[in-house]
């Protein structure tokens, strides 16, 4: 085999190789590129289905909202809310609509855990007690929180809302018989700054609340009293 022959086999090689290598970047570039799509086709995606959990909420605390106007509650917080001030004159009782909205979609299920209410709260001062606590780590003592003994200002909540509920303990005999198992319930409810309470909140679940029926006389007296 001649020299040039060599050369020309050598310089065959080097092209196949450079051929080779540059479809093999070509595939490499263009499975990024796929990449690159698909990564900003989710995001828009997801962009989107935010935007539509969003304006669902929206709709959902708008329609619960109407719901509860239609109802008496909204007299019966401002009348406790006056109820309040007259116990207490000299302290700023405010009475305010919480909208929380809260809608979750995915591909086959949508998810609505969004509520409203009516809240009242004030802030009063009262004598405080209590211990602090600590635990050991190792054989060291550290300390979780610090006792403390004197006046406070603590905060008196409440709210009386509609929504969803899934624990059993707060929903009234009748909604738990009918809903499935782990169901989520569509129901007034009625808490504090310490949680909801149960005794209210079955009495108003019992009641069937609708603008349109006129409750049992006291129904609302007992409602609040608990």
């Known amino acids: 085999?001649?020299?040039?022959?060599?050369?020309?086999?050598?310089?065959?090689?080097?092209?196949?190789?450079?051929?080779a290598e540059a479809r093999e970047r070509a595939q490499q570039q263009q499975a990024e590129q796929q990449r690159l799509a698909r990564e900003r086709?989710?995001?828009?995606?997801?962009?989107?289905r935010k935007r539509n959990e969003v304006t669902e909420g929206q709709k959902s605390v708008q329609k619960l909202e109407n719901e509860m106007r239609s109802t008496p509650l909204p007299?019966?917080?401002?009348?406790?809310?006056?109820?309040?001030?007259a116990q207490s004159p000299?302290?700023?009782?405010?009475?305010?609509?919480?909208?929380?909205?809260?809608?979750?979609?995915?591909?086959?299920?949508i998810?609505?855990?969004s509520r409203v209410g009516i809240k009242l709260s004030y802030s009063h001062e009262e004598f405080v007690s209590y211990e602090g606590s600590g635990h050991y780590e190792g054989e060291g003592y550290v300390t979780d929180y610090e006792g403390f003994t004197g006046v406070s200002t603590l905060?008196?909540?409440?709210v009386i809302g509609i929504g969803m509920l899934t624990n059993y303990d707060f929903l009234s005999t009748e909604m738990v018989s009918s809903a499935?198992?782990?169901?989520?319930?569509?129901?007034?409810?009625?808490?504090?700054?310490?949680?909801?309470?149960?005794?209210?909140?079955?009495?108003?679940?019992?009641?069937?609340?609708?603008?349109?029926?006129?409750?049992?006389?006291?129904?609302?007296?007992?409602?609040?009293?608990?």
Request: proline share 3%; charged share 35%; glycine share 2%.
């Open 1 to 19: 085999m001649s020299l040039s022959d060599w050369d020309r086999i050598q310089r065959e090689r080097q092209r196949q190789r450079q051929e």
């Open 41 to 48: 086709e989710a995001q828009t995606s997801d962009e989107q």
């Open 75 to 85: 007299q019966i917080a401002e009348s406790i809310k006056q109820q309040w001030q």
């Open 90 to 109: 000299n302290v700023s009782v405010t009475l305010t609509w919480v909208r929380e909205p809260e809608v979750d979609i995915w591909s086959d299920e």
């Open 111 to 113: 998810r609505d855990d």
């Open 155 to 158: 905060p008196k909540v409440l």
């Open 180 to 226: 499935k198992y782990n169901e989520r319930v569509r129901c007034y409810f009625v808490k504090t700054n310490k949680g909801l309470i149960q005794e209210a909140n079955l009495r108003i679940q019992a009641s069937g609340i609708k603008a349109h029926e006129e409750p049992k006389k006291g129904f609302w007296r007992r409602l609040f009293s608990a």
